[in-house]
């Protein structure tokens, strides 16, 4: 089936630095969503991409949808505590259902 | 709109009971999901509706889980005879068409 990589598994920053996540496909998909999750609580849409080469920002936040339409990346500038989180991207294929990538936790150190 | 709301937030239940979960998704939107994620995972996806047709069931989606949205409005997932492995969080979604997808706050499971 459609699988999407995250990878690393967790990354530290430093409060006020730039950081960008990367997630990878082997398949194409039609769309391209970047969300966050805290603990308990349910994932939080971030950014919606919905043509290949798609650039689109939301306040700190930036992402783009891959021109190969198998890979996105989201970047976060001048990183702050509350960013702490697991940031999940996620996909649809030729059907309605959304796979996710495992997620990266990020950790800001003040 | 209150976005999705989904009722347990928390449900602990012996092994070999039932439960069931109830999914409010956003008034709006057509299209109806639930994903079950453990920890260190991405949700994953169990089944979807558009209106009151369910079209999708995961191979996860064994005989003892059903999922039924009646008027094309709130679902309800339930789990038969739940066994230690059901545990996790069952997250619900909804969209309009293939629109961006809504998640709600979730119910965490616990089989003991």
Not at chain 2, 6 to 32: A, M, Y
């Amino acid at each position: 089936g459609q699988q999407l990589n995250q990878s690393p598994q967790s990354m530290f920053i430093q409060e006020g630095e730039d950081v960008s996540m990367n997630c990878t496909s082997s398949s194409i998909f039609n769309t391209w969503l970047w969300y966050k999750q805290e603990p308990g609580e349910g994932p939080v849409l971030l950014i919606a991409l919905y043509k290949a080469g798609e650039l689109t920002s939301n306040g700190r936040l930036t992402a783009q949808f891959g021109i190969t339409r198998k890979d996105s990346f989201l970047n976060i500038s001048a990183s702050i505590p509350s960013d702490v989180g697991i940031y999940f991207c996620a996909g649809t294929g030729a059907n309605s259902k959304l796979t996710f990538g495992k997620g990266i936790t990020l950790s800001v150190r003040p | 709109d209150t976005g999705v709301s989904q009722n347990p937030r928390h449900k602990i239940t012996k092994r070999g009971q039932n439960v069931t979960f109830r999914c409010d998704p956003i008034s709006e939107h057509n299209r109806l999901y639930w994903y079950r994620q453990t920890l260190g995972q991405g949700p994953e996806f169990l089944t979807y509706f558009q209106n009151e047709a369910q079209l999708e069931k995961s191979r996860l989606l064994s005989d003892r889980f059903s999922a039924e949205r009646p008027k094309g409005s709130f679902s309800t997932l339930e789990i038969q005879r739940t066994e230690q492995g059901d545990s996790a969080m069952y997250l619900c979604a909804s969209s309009f068409g293939q629109g961006d997808y809504t998640f709600g706050s979730g119910t965490r499971l616990t089989v003991v």
